[in-house]
């Protein structure tokens, strides 16, 4: 496996690989790897002659500092289990080498970006797209990999390729699980022992609302899952069900072909987010 970290030795690495004809598949990353993230390696080596990785903690998108300075680093460990998971590639470049001169590009992803977490972390999704187009720039992927627990993440980056033409086909991935429903992230292991017990509530809680979809009215499930987590000790920043398309809250069951519940919550200090697909209106 090759390790890169200049933005030049990358490209004209993999612009060698797509010279003989090999097709490239990409899953960037802000590194301490778990399953959820070798999982998209694993299905890009499946899917592709070469699989390429960044390990970048992406400082634009941090609207809050201290979230910044708390994000777990395990970059000799994260080398370790891309090689082992067949990871041909991967790209650890410093916020210099990404970022020479100070960053001014806007995107506007319309109402996309206004809702959930977008309203609250400002500029998130705008230091999201940022270096994510800057990755597709470098590396030139025939494909790209993204977890659906980052659905709205998702569905900008999806809206990003198709507003700049970006040649490369998004692969939405399943979230994996821990055996008690917990969704696989990197913020798991900010969770002190009690709150880890705690954690998968979330995911019972989505369940409970998934269960009720079609039968009881929106604004009461989401009133029922906002009083389910705040009784464990949650601190909700929001509870949304939402078209699975727009992403935009829904009233009934009749505006839409299409819902997800989406959460995001503190237990102590972590924010913890995660989603369910109640019906979808798209292929999966």
Same mark, same amino acid.
């Given at each position: 496996?090759?390790?890169?970290?200049?933005?030049?030795?990358?490209?004209?690495?993999?612009?060698?690989?797509?010279?003989?004809?090999?097709?490239?598949?990409?899953?960037?990353?802000?590194?301490?790897?778990?399953?959820?993230?070798?999982?998209?390696?694993?299905?890009?080596?499946?899917?592709?002659?070469?699989?390429?990785?960044?390990?970048?903690?992406?400082?634009?998108?941090?609207?809050?500092?201290?979230?910044?300075?708390?994000?777990?680093?395990?970059?000799?460990?994260?080398?370790?289990?891309?090689?082992?998971?067949?990871?041909?590639?991967?790209?650890?470049?410093?916020?210099?080498?990404?970022?020479?001169?100070?960053?001014?590009?806007?995107?506007?992803?319309?109402?996309?970006?206004?809702?959930?977490?977008?309203?609250?972390?400002?500029?998130?999704?705008?230091?999201?797209?940022?270096?994510?187009?800057?990755?597709?720039?470098?590396? +030139?992927?025939?494909?790209? *990999? #993204?977890?659906?627990? $980052?659905?709205?993440? %998702?569905?900008? =980056?999806? /809206?990003?390729?198709?507003?700049?033409?970006?040649?490369?086909?998004?692969?939405?991935?399943?979230?994996?699980?821990?055996?008690?429903?917990?969704?696989?992230?990197?913020?798991?292991?900010?969770?002190?022992?009690?709150?880890?017990?705690?954690?998968?509530?979330?995911?019972?809680?989505?369940?409970?609302?998934?269960?009720?979809?079609?039968?009881?009215?929106?604004?009461?499930?989401?009133?029922?899952?906002?009083?389910?987590?705040?009784?464990? +000790?949650?601190?909700?920043? *929001? #509870?949304?069900?939402? $078209?699975?398309?727009? %992403?935009?809250? =829904?009233? /009934?069951?009749?505006?839409?072909?299409?819902?997800?519940?989406?959460?995001?919550?503190?237990?102590?200090?972590?924010?913890?987010?995660?989603?369910?697909?109640?019906?979808?209106?798209?292929?999966?």
């Amino acid at each position: 496996m090759f390790v890169f970290h200049d933005i030049s030795g990358t490209r004209q690495w993999m612009s060698g690989k797509r010279s003989m004809g090999k097709s490239i598949g990409f899953v960037p990353t802000m590194g301490a790897l778990h399953e959820g993230h070798l999982n998209l390696v694993s299905r890009s080596c499946l899917e592709n002659d070469i699989s390429g990785c960044s390990i970048f903690v992406n400082p634009i998108q941090f609207n809050n500092p201290e979230d910044l300075q708390k994000y777990p680093r395990t970059l000799e460990n994260d080398l370790k289990l891309l090689e082992k998971a067949g990871c041909d590639m991967v790209f650890v470049p410093s916020a210099g080498e990404m970022y020479p001169e100070p960053v001014t590009k806007k995107f506007d992803f319309g109402a996309l970006e206004r809702v959930m977490e977008g309203a609250h972390r400002p500029g998130h999704f705008n230091g999201v797209a940022i270096v994510v187009e800057k990755l597709f720039d470098i590396f +030139g992927p025939d494909r790209a *990999y #993204f977890g659906e627990k $980052d659905f709205q993440q %998702l569905r900008i =980056i999806q /809206s990003l390729v198709k507003m700049e033409n970006i040649p490369v086909k998004i692969v939405p991935c399943p979230t994996v699980r821990e055996a008690d429903g917990l969704a696989m992230s990197s913020r798991n292991r900010r969770l002190s022992a009690d709150e880890r017990i705690v954690a998968p509530w979330i995911y019972q809680t989505l369940l409970c609302a998934k269960n009720h979809a079609n039968k009881t009215a929106v604004s009461e499930i989401k009133r029922i899952s906002t009083v389910m987590l705040e009784s464990k +000790g949650f601190r909700v920043d *929001y #509870f949304e069900i939402a $078209d699975t398309e727009t %992403l935009q809250p =829904i009233g /009934s069951w009749e505006e839409t072909s299409g819902a997800i519940a989406c959460v995001a919550a503190f237990l102590g200090s972590v924010r913890l987010i995660d989603n369910m697909i109640f019906f979808a209106n798209f292929a999966r």
